[in-house]
């Protein structure tokens, strides 16, 4: 514990010194991260298959786990993308000049020192790291037993390059695997900022309630989409197909499939492409009854209570029968976990009242879940998908990395009593 608090100490001083390295600097260090994480591929995958190894491949985190050659090329890609775009820092967001001579200005500033708990997500250091040091921010980071050898190889990777442009290494650091790190950082007041977990519901509820720094949460999703019953089939079809098998591994991916009961007759065409990727669905009675003379028996079960409200990241879904959109919503209401949430319908009032009634960070009309992500709404990259209110929601990306404060100025201004 006492060694972890001293990387807490330097990592705090680190973040002091970071507000003074210049914003060309931090872009080439990001663009030269790029070109070594793409050079030094096979040793990051060499580290990569010793996590893989360790894991059964049918437990849905593996592929989360898995680096490839294509991902290492969309993650350079990524930090390209943070590099291009324009600082997050020193924005101007509000100026007023007051009766009594004061000029008030509110400006973007970094958080400071944000620590990162994520479980199966070696991807995530990278991305962790380009957002932090482009918004300003020192980091520590906690991962998990099960890509300790992948975050370690990134991280190496990570301070080589740092080293090479002399900034000081401190501004990212990698902790133990251990569960007392993790105890030590969700309890470092005074040394770190925020903390930010990214992963399973278990791993939020454990930080949330144990942490004594202050908590932004983000990742689990529990994913429904509504097919209404003005909805297009073809549309309907293509939607529920990205949305479930795209990747399910990812807290975007397609949980419930919420279907009017007045389509029902269109069920077996909306799931059909499903049984292609052996998607294995819990259906209600209602829906049961027409998919068993459809969909494969093999894949197909009755749903009972514990099929909701759950992040399945498998090749699963559950499936609602409702009889109107109030319905709907009220599902939705019970078990969303306010992540991303979406309508098929082709009826205008219908959608925009669904769209303002939903409580999530994403709400989407005809359109897959799966683009809740920060690099497909155009911010780069992401360090998370926040389902709370307070500070960001939805993609955290480098606006979302900042604070701000308020600078004064007067001519000698005091205050009269």
Known sequence: MEYNKAIFKKVKSSARRLGRVPEDKINQILLR????????????????????????????????????????????????????????????????????????????VPLGVIGIIYEARPNVTFDVFALCLKSGNACILKGGSDAENSNKAIVSIIHNVISHFNIDPDIVALLPSDRAATLGLLEAVGDVDVIIPRGSQQLIDYVRNNAKVPVIETGAGIVHTYFDESGDVKKGAAIIFNSKTRRVSVCNALDCLIIHEARLTDLAALTSPLAEKNVRIYADERAYSVLVKTYPHELLETANEEHFG????????????????????????????????????????????????????????????????????????????????????????????????????????????
């Open 310 to 417: 759950i992040e399945f990241l498998d090749f699963k879904m559950s499936i609602r029968t409702v009889a109107n959109i109030t319905e709907a919503l009220d599902h939705i209401y019970k078990y969303s976990s306010k992540h991303s949430e979406a309508i098929i319908a082709e009826n205008g009032e219908t959608t925009e009242f669904f769209l303002n009634a939903v409580d999530a960070a994403a709400v989407y009309a005809n359109a897959s879940t799966a683009f809740t992500d920060g690099a497909q709404f155009g911010m780069g990259a992401e360090i998370g998908i926040s389902t709370q209110k307070l500070h960001a929601r939805g993609p955290m990306a480098l606006r979302e990395m900042t604070s701000y404060k308020w600078i004064i100025k007067g001519e000698g201004t005091v205050r009269v009593p």
């Open 33 to 108: 991260l790029a070109d070594e994480a793409i050079r030094a591929s096979a040793g990051i995958l060499q580290a990569n298959k010793l996590d893989l190894d360790k894991m059964n491949q049918d437990d849905p985190k593996y592929d989360r786990l898995k680096l490839t050659v294509r991902r290492l090329e969309d993650i350079a890609d990524d930090i390209r993308k943070v590099a291009a775009l324009p600082t997050p820092l020193r924005i101007s967001l509000e100026k007023k000049t007051l009766q009594n001579g004061l000029q008030l200005e509110k400006i973007t």
